[in-house]
Structures are given as structure tokens and as C-alpha cells.
């Protein structure tokens, strides 16, 4: 029996739209809120990130690039700027923000010029892991 050229086209037309919806960009990945033992980092589409650490709750802006920019000559690659104000004090965090997976993301601070690290062996890094995000569900009583 031949299957109609219709059904064909139909049937790869679903099957391509089904992996397109899958698929999400860099930033879409970089939304939600990353956690490990030591901070917790949220990031919202307005561009407004949320950073939590021992130091305490700071709160700015993030600028995130797909493609990052070379800082130093061996200092890395920039593609995440974390601009906050914590306790008043204006900080700024420069990262090289790698997706281990879907829910795995790797932070290499890295510095913008040489007076902020004296030496490159002097580089931090965090893995995050991403929260899963519940929908909240609200529960209409009798009226």
C-alpha cells in the first residue's frame, strides 16, 4: 500500500515542528533561578538578575552575549557581565558562563584588567545546578 505524498508532508512537517519547539537559544536556557551550596543566581527575561551569597541579597542587571568576547590576553572569554548593588556598594562580576547541560551550568569569574587579579591562578568558578520551576496553582474555594 502507498502512503499519499500528503500524509508524508504532513507527517515531516509535525516531526519538524515538534524538534523546533525543543529547541531553546542560550539566553532561554539562562532563565530560572541556578543554585549551588554558596549562591543562588536569578536571572529574568526584563534583564534584571536577582544575586544571593554569603554576603547577602544583591540585585542589577546582567548583560549575557551567545558570543563571548577574549578578556586578556589569558584571562578568558566574557559572555556574562553581572552588574549588582549589594548593601549600597556597586559590584561587577565578569563570567564565562558554559551549559553543561540543560540544567548544569559552569561560572568561570574571569577579570577585565590586570589590576583586578594579580595572578591568573587566582580564578574561581562555580557549577550551578538549574530549579525546577512549579507553576503556581491557585485553589478557588465555594463562593
Keep these: ?36 551550596a554558596d549562591m543562588s543566581l536569578r536571572f529574568r527575561p526584563d534583564g534584571v538578575v536577582l544575586f544571593n551569597n554569603l554576603d547577602g541579597m544583591a540585585r542589577g542587571r546582567y548583560f549575557f552575549t551567545e558570543d563571548p568576547q577574549q578578556v586578556g590576553e589569558s584571562q578568558g572569554q566574557r559572555n556574562l557581565v553581572l552588574d549588582v548593588v549589594r548593601n549600597g556598594a556597586r559590584q561587577q562580576y565578569s563570567f564565562d558562563a558554559t551549559f553543561l547541560s540543560d540544567d548544569r551550568l559552569r561560572l568561570l569569574e574571569v577579570s577585565m584588567t590586570a589590576v583586578d587579579r594579580p595572578t591568573d591562578a587566582i580564578r574561581q568558578f562555580a557549577l550551578l545546578r538549574k530549579a525546577v520551576e512549579k507553576p503556581i496553582v491557585s485553589v478557588a474555594g465555594p463562593r
Excluded: D, E, F, I
Excluded at 512537517?13 to 529547541?23: D, I
Excluded at 531553546?24 to 543554585?35: E, H, N, T
Design 1 to 36: 500500500m502507498l502512503v499519499p505524498r500528503r500524509w508524508l508532508c504532513c507527517a515531516y512537517l509535525m516531526a519538524v515542528l515538534t524538534l523546533a519547539g525543543c529547541y531553546q537559544s542560550p539566553r532561554q536556557k539562562l532563565m530560572g533561578r541556578w543554585y549551588n
